[in-house]
């Protein structure tokens, strides 16, 4: 079946342009996740939607960025007035997150939005 | 706050034995998890352990947990030269287990033919 996409795979802006990324779930999933990987450093936790619940948005480095998600389906993650300090990949996730002890909740990652803010 | 942390390289030859450690701060973790990720490719979950286990063993892998130190390893048997990746360690930091993960830096494997 189908993974978890993403799009645009590159995207080149200029510094101060806003950008759109966008991340297709797996069906059925309804935990939704996005993290920032910088050059040679590990996955960084920007926020968690899980269904129909407020999403988890303590890993936001500022107010420029900002994601919705409408239902469990597809999520957009918003970087406003983009800055250099912002390129990066940017990976999307999805999981069953069923939680509790039903099992573990393996992630899905999607290929990523490769960002470069000029 | 919540942290982990890995060596960012390890190098070696093919059919040796690779180990990867990684430690973390958060001792309500629910699971530990490992992850791979290729080269142009998204990260796999390659193995995981729940935080009341010791020791896992999934074929050439085996991953060892010491709850009192925090610290957490994968050792990879027979290594290949697909074993190449980059090697993430996470931590489940949300004990009603839901899913929200923290990674670690990320450990390069090289294998030398």
């Known amino acids: 079946g189908a993974g978890v996409s993403q799009s645009p795979s590159n995207k080149v802006t200029e510094k101060g342009k806003d950008v759109e990324l966008r991340c297709d779930p797996i069906?059925?999933?309804?935990?939704l996740y996005w993290y920032r990987q910088r050059l040679g450093q590990g996955l960084e936790f920007l926020i968690y939607f899980q269904g129909n619940s407020a999403p988890d948005k303590s890993g936001l480095p500022s107010d420029r960025f900002s994601a919705e998600r409408t239902g469990e389906s597809v999520s957009t993650l918003t970087i406003q007035r983009t800055q250099q300090e912002d390129s990066a990949v940017y990976l999307c996730?999805?999981?069953?997150?069923?939680?509790?002890?039903?099992?573990?909740?393996?992630?899905?990652f999607g290929p990523g939005t490769r960002l470069t803010v000029l | 706050g919540e942290d982990v942390e890995q060596s960012l390289f390890l190098s070696v030859r093919e059919g040796d034995s690779s180990v990867i450690n990684c430690t973390y701060t958060d001792s309500s973790s629910t699971y530990l998890y490992w992850y791979k990720q290729e080269p142009g490719a998204g990260l796999q979950l390659l193995t995981y352990i729940f935080s009341n286990m010791d020791m896992k063993q999934d074929q050439r892998l085996t991953v060892l947990l010491n709850k009192k130190d925090k610290h957490l390893s994968l050792r990879i048997a027979d290594t290949q030269t697909g074993d190449s990746a980059i090697y993430f360690c996470?931590?489940?930091?949300?004990?009603?287990?839901?899913?929200?993960?923290?990674f670690g830096q990320g450990t390069t494997l090289q294998v030398k033919p």
């Open positions: 069906s059925g999933h309804t935990a």
């Open positions: 996470a931590e489940s930091i949300d004990s009603s287990n839901t899913g929200k993960l923290i």
């Open positions: 996730a999805s999981s069953l997150a069923l939680g509790g002890t039903s099992g573990i909740n393996e992630q899905f």
